[in-house]
């Protein structure tokens, strides 16, 4: 959905579910079908990450590799669909969704926040115009984010209909973190729509920044009730999993 038709955007993600509503011990991993559909028969918006396959199919996955959520030893993009959805997620029966299931599922009932993974040595514009032309066909409400501002860049000249944010985080031994501010999460080339950034490392610094630039922050990943609290005093959305909201 276009930026100027929802100036507002920011009051559909006070509340983030991370990677679907998952619950590891009740059987629901992240990323799955099963997990999205917790969050929407919860109402919260959707936090999921997007990946390219081998013969170029879009599937919703955090890891570049697959043996943390499949046992089994590989990198996602040298897989094609058809093997990789013969693996299943923590032992679970549910499988690697694509990005065109995922869709299907939600149908615009609930809000989507699509972060966008490109590893070293990924080109650029490989899978950008494939979900720009999946997300063209949707009927509901989404934005979209990457760590990457190569991604933002390409989006910002692409699809600049789209509202796009700058992920962040900092190395604590990273002493001059004014320069990670003005040079990256208000990059005059990516030109980010919203700040999303490690709830750990926001200060009220980075929050008078935001404000002054006009620009939403939202805080991940939340897990804890210090979390919560310091999310409700200085970010305008949370992205949170483990802990109730």
């Known amino acids: 959905m ?3 038709e929802r100036p507002d955007f920011i009051e559909q993600f006070r509340l983030v579910a991370h990677r679907g509503l998952h619950d590891k011990e009740q059987g629901v991993p992240e990323n799955s079908l099963a997990a999205f559909q917790r969050a929407v028969d919860r109402g919260h918006a959707i936090e999921l990450d997007v990946r390219i396959t081998a013969d170029n199919e879009i599937v919703v996955f955090h890891d570049g590799t697959l043996e943390r959520m499949t046992g089994v030893p590989g990198v996602v993009d040298q897989w094609v669909l058809q093997d990789l959805k013969k693996l299943r997620l923590l032992g ?36 950008e115009p494939l ?17 990457d501002p190569e991604v933002l860049i390409w989006l910002r000249r692409n699809a600049p209909q789209y509202i ?15 320069n990670y501010y003005k040079y990256l999460l208000f990059n005059p080339l990516t030109k980010p729509d919203f700040i999303a950034f490690n709830i750990r490392q926001i200060d009220y610094k980075l929050r008078l920044a935001c404000k002054k630039h006009e620009v939403p922050l939202v805080g991940w990943t ?15 959305g949370i992205i949170y999993e483990k802990v109730e909201v």
């Open 164 to 178: 796009r944010g700058q992920l962040g985080s900092f190395s604590k031994s990273e002493p001059k973190m004014s």
């Open 131 to 147: 979900l720009v032309k999946k997300l063209e066909r949707y009927q509901g409400f989404f934005i979209i984010e990457s760590f």
């Open 92 to 127: 679970t029966e549910e499988c690697i969704p694509t990005m065109d299931e995922m869709l299907e599922l939600v149908a615009g009932k609930v809000p989507l926040l699509i972060e966008i993974k490109r590893d070293i040595g990924q080109p650029l514009g490989r899978l």
């Open 222 to 236: 939340i897990r804890t009730q210090e979390d919560l609290k310091r999310a409700r005093q200085l970010c305008d």
């Open 2 to 4: 276009a930026k100027r």
